[in-house]
């Protein structure tokens, strides 16, 4: 049954019609924002990757969990930079470091804000890699494990409600669930960056979280962006070995594998909204090229529309303005 009987534009004639008949609904609750700690005192320093972001010391990062929570967005994700560096990372799993005392300050204030943490040993090893390094070079998967293990309980202790471990380690949710048990939190769920590929896309990120890589690069544990049935294969061994959530990572380049991952796995599923799609938009949003608002908001529902549960964006201080404008 063709035109004239069947005419599509009956239901796209005003907005509530529209709206009785929309698919896809973006909520202030889909939402996770990325906030950034750093040593210090009295420390509000914009990102100039990642403009409308900022470094926070310790002492003034309720400002932006205060705005966060006003606006009625459900979850954090912590990333920090350390007071130092070494070989192994060790400041990743210190409790005097701006994560945790981040994590335990926001948590007695807020203690239904959802702190998630990522677990990663970039920022904090002086050579910017994920791991231990071995020959100067390749991490060794292996003896890393232990080390992401001391970070998730590290955080854990402080109070996250989630570890989100983003190495791509061989092995590493096994690692961290096995350690998170035996050390009492056996409620804490893992959101696993399942799959996460070497991507171009990280730019702005490794700027603010200063963690590029000191030589070579991350393909050799991050994925490659051409495959797909590799991602499929990464999903499946995290959720075998504990995952509770499950992440693509990035998300604007990746919606097919993010439909794929959702279409395949029965997990909730989050995407990352990495910070060049960030970067890329704002850039053009300030030369007045695009529709800011507009471009986000569509972007959003792309993400959705394709399975996300959750998506962590540095949008979404804006996103949930402008849900209360609507």
């Known amino acids: 049954m063709g035109f004239p009987i069947y005419r599509p534009r009956r239901l796209r004639a005003s907005e509530n019609l529209r709206s009785m008949i929309r698919e896809t609904e973006i909520s202030v609750k889909d939402l996770i924002y990325p906030v950034f ?32 929570v006003k606006l009625g967005i459900p979850s954090i994700i912590l990333f920090g930079l350390p007071s130092y560096k070494n070989a192994t990372g060790s400041s ?9 005392q981040a994590c335990m300050l926001i948590k007695s204030k807020y203690p239904e ?36 293990a001391k970070v998730a309980v590290s955080h854990a202790k402080a109070g996250a409600d989630i570890i989100a471990p ?31 590929f070497a991507s171009a896309y990280y730019g702005p990120f490794r700027a603010a979280a200063d963690s590029t890589p000191a030589a070579g690069d991350r393909k050799g544990y991050q994925m490659d962006p051409a495959n797909s049935d590799e991602a499929l294969r990464e999903t499946y061994l995290d959720i075998e070995e504990g995952a509770d959530i499950i992440m693509v990572k990035p998300a604007l380049a990746f919606l097919d594998i993010v439909q794929r991952v959702h279409e395949t796995f029965n997990r909730p599923l989050c995407v990352y909204n990495v910070s060049g799609e960030y970067a890329m938009v704002k850039a053009a949003a300030e030369k007045g090229w695009i529709d800011e608002k507009r471009i986000v908001m569509e972007t959003m529902l792309a993400f959705k529309r394709a399975g996300a549960k959750m998506i962590i964006t540095y949008h979404a201080l804006d996103v949930a303005k402008w849900l209360q404008e609507k």
């Open 37 to 68: 700690v750093v040593p210090g005192k009295n420390i509000k320093h914009e990102i100039e990757s990642l403009p409308g972001n900022y470094h926070w010391s310790v002492d003034r990062v309720l400002e932006c969990i205060d705005e966060v």
């Open 92 to 100: 990743a799993w210190d409790m005097e470091e701006p994560v945790q």
């Open 113 to 148: 804000l959802v702190i998630t943490t990522d677990v990663c040993l970039c920022e904090y090893t002086e050579h910017g890699h994920c791991g231990v390094l071995e020959n100067g070079c390749t991490v060794n998967n292996d003896e890393t494990l232990p080390l992401l």
């Open 166 to 196: 983003s190495n791509m380690m061989d092995g590493y949710v096994q690692a961290i669930r096995t350690a998170l048990d035996e050390a009492g939190f056996i409620n804490i769920p893992i959101m696993a960056y399942s799959a996460k």
